[in-house]
C-alpha cells in the first residue's frame, strides 16, 4: 500500500531491506525515486535524528557519476532539515534500476578482469570525491554497490554513504564502535583505530579480490577468525592475473593504512592496467558449487536487462525468493527476518598475533578457497556472516555477531524489464565525461 513520506513523497513498494531499514520504489516531484526509510527504533533515537541533520549537507552534497545521488534527507521536524511525517527518518535516492554486485557476482561466479577492474576503477573515482570531502563510507561490500542497467551499459554505483557511520556513532559518553563486515574490514579496525579513508581501499580492493576469484582473501569460517585473519595473514596470489593487477592487490591489501594507494591512485592505476586485461576470461580456479546453485532466484526484478554472458535471463524464469543479508546494527530487531545471529568474542591480542590460542587451521593451496568458506560450499554460497564490532581504545573486546538471512521477498530492486542485454560492458562514467 501506498504510504506518504514527507509531503513531498510517495512510497509504492518495498525494493529490498537491509538491517538499518527498508528501501522503497517511490515517487517524487521530479519521479520515480528509492526511498531508504530507516528502522523505527533508529528513528526514535533523537542523538541518531540529530547526527542525521548534522550531517545533512554532506550527504546531500555528494554527487558523483559513481555514487547513488541523495536527493532529500527526511528527519523528525525538531531537527534541522525537511521533516518526515511520522517521525521517520527516511533517504530519497536516485532509483538505479537493476541488480547489486553481490547479485551479479552470485551468478557469474567470477568475473573477467576487465570488468572487474572497472566496476571497482569507478566506485574508488567516487571515492575520491567522497575522500576528498572528508566522507568515508565504512561499508564497502558488493551489497552497497549497485549496477544501472538502465543505459546502454551498466554503470557501478556506490551506495549506502555515510549511514553505517551515522548509525554507529557513540550515543553521548557512550563507548566509540564500529560496525562492519569481517570479510571486508581493514585490519586497523580490528585493532580499534579509528576508521580512516584507507579503511574503505582496503575494502574494495577486497571486493575486487573476490570479483575475480569468487571468494574473499580472509573469509570462511567464524567471524572471529575471519578478523584474525584480517590482522595477521598475506593475501593469497591468483595465478593467471597480470602482474600490475596483482601488484595492485597486494599494496591495497597491506596491513598498513598508510601502504594503500589513495581512491583517485587506485582508479587510475586500474584504468592503465586495461590494455593488459582486454580479452582476459574469467580466472580458472575451479568452483566446487554447481552453476545453478549460484544462479539468482529465476525472473528476478532485479536481474532484469542483465543477461550476463550472452544468457538470457528471461529463460531462468519461475519465480524463486531472493535474499537479502543483514549484519546485525546496535539496537532493536532489524526489519527484515533473521535467521540467527549470535554473540561472539574477538580474539585477544594473543590470537589476533596466531598465538597458541589461535585458531589452528590447515594450509591452503593458493587461489583456493578456504575449508568452510563463506563461497566454497553450497549453504556458504546463501550465506553471509556478518558482523557489529565493538572496540574501546587500543582493546578489542566484545562483540556482537550478525548471521545472513534470506529474505522471503520477491520485490526485488528496481528492475526496469528490458530484455536481456547480449554481452556485459561496465562502463567507466571517465570513459563518457
Ligand atoms: N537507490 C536504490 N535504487 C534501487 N534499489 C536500491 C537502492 N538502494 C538500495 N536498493 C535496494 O534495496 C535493498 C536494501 O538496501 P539496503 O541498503 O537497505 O540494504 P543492504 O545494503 O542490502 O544491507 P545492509 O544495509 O544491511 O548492509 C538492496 O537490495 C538494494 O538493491
Not at 533515537?45 to 550527504?59: G, K, N
Not at 557513540?170 to 585493532?191: C, F, K, L
Amino acid at each position: 500500500m501506498a504510504r506518504n513520506i514527507g509531503s513531498h513523497y510517495t512510497a509504492h513498494r518495498v525494493l529490498g531491506r537491509g538491517s538499518a531499514g527498508t528501501v522503497w520504489l517511490g515517487e517524487g516531484p521530479e519521479g520515480p525515486v528509492a526511498i531508504k526509510l530507516l528502522r523505527e527504533d533508529l528513528a526514535a533515537d533523537p542523538d541518531l535524528a540529530e547526527r542525521f541533520a548534522h550531517e545533512r549537507h554532506a550527504l546531500l552534497g555528494l554527487e558523483h557519476p559513481h555514487i547513488v545521488g541523495v536527493r532529500e534527507l527526511l528527519v523528525p521536524e525538531s531537527q534541522e532539515g525537511a521533516a518526515g511525517e511520522n517521525g521517520e527518518i527516511a533517504l530519497v535516492m536516485d532509483l538505479v534500476r537493476g541488480p547489486d554486485l553481490r547479485t551479479h557476482l552470485t551468478r557469474e561466479r567470477r568475473l573477467a578482469p576487465a570488468e572487474a577492474a572497472t566496476i571497482v576503477a569507478g566506485v574508488a573515482s567516487g571515492l575520491a570525491v567522497a575522500h576528498a570531502a572528508g566522507i568515508v563510507h565504512r561499508d564497502v561490500k558488493p551489497e552497497n554497490i549497485l549496477l544501472d542497467t538502465s543505459g546502454e551499459q551498466p554503470v557501478a554505483l556506490l551506495t549506502d554513504f555515510g549511514v553505517a557511520k551515522l548509525i554507529d556513532e557513540p550515543r553521548h559518553g557512550g563507548r566509540s564502535g564500529v560496525v562492519g563486515t569481517p570479510d571486508y574490514m581493514a585490519p586497523e579496525i580490528v585493532e580499534g583505530l579509528p576508521p580512516r579513508a584507507a579503511v574503505d581501499i582496503y575494502a574494495l580492493v577486497t571486493v575486487l579480490y573476490e570479483l575475480l576469484s569468487g571468494f574473499t582473501p580472509f573469509g570462511g569460517g567464524h567471524p572471529g577468525a575471519v578478523l584474525r585473519r584480517q590482522v595477521t595473514e598475506q593475501v593469497a596470489p591468483l595465478p593467471g592475473l597480470p602482474d600490475e593487477l596483482w601488484e595492485l592487490i597486494q599494496q591495497c591489501l597491506a596491513k598498513a593504512p598508510a601502504s594503500r594507494l589513495r581512491a583517485a591512485e587506485l582508479a587510475s592505476r586500474l584504468r592503465e592496467t586495461r590494455p593488459a586485461l582486454a580479452g582476459l576470461p574469467p580466472l580458472d580456479l575451479g568452483d566446487p558449487a554447481s552453476d545453478e546453485e549460484r544462479r539468482p532466484a529465476s525472473g528476478d526484478p532485479e536481474y532484469a536487462g542483465y543477461g550476463g554472458h550472452g544468457e538470457n535471463t528471461a529463460a531462468l524464469a519461475t519465480a524463486a525468493p531472493t535474499r537479502a543479508a543483514v549484519p546485525l546494527v546496535r539496537g532493536a530487531a532489524p526489519d527484515s527476518e533473521r535467521v540467527t545471529h549470535t554473540r561472539m568474542r574477538v580474539p585477544d591480542a594473543d590470537e589476533l598475533a596466531g598465538g597458541a590460542h589461535g585458531t589452528a587451521r590447515a594450509p591452503r593451496a593458493p587461489g583456493q578457497p578456504r575449508a568452510g568458506s563463506a563461497r566454497n560450499t553450497t549453504a556458504g554460497a546463501r550465506r553471509r556472516r556478518r558482523l557489529a564490532v565493538t572496540v574501546a581504545g587500543a582493546a578489542v573486546l566484545a562483540v556482537v555477531a550478525g548471521w545472513l538471512l534470506f529474505s522471503g521477498g520477491d520485490e526485488g530492486g528496481g528492475g526496469d524489464g528490458r530484455g536481456p542485454a547480449t554481452e556485459v560492458t561496465l562502463v567507466d562514467a571517465a570513459d563518457v565525461g
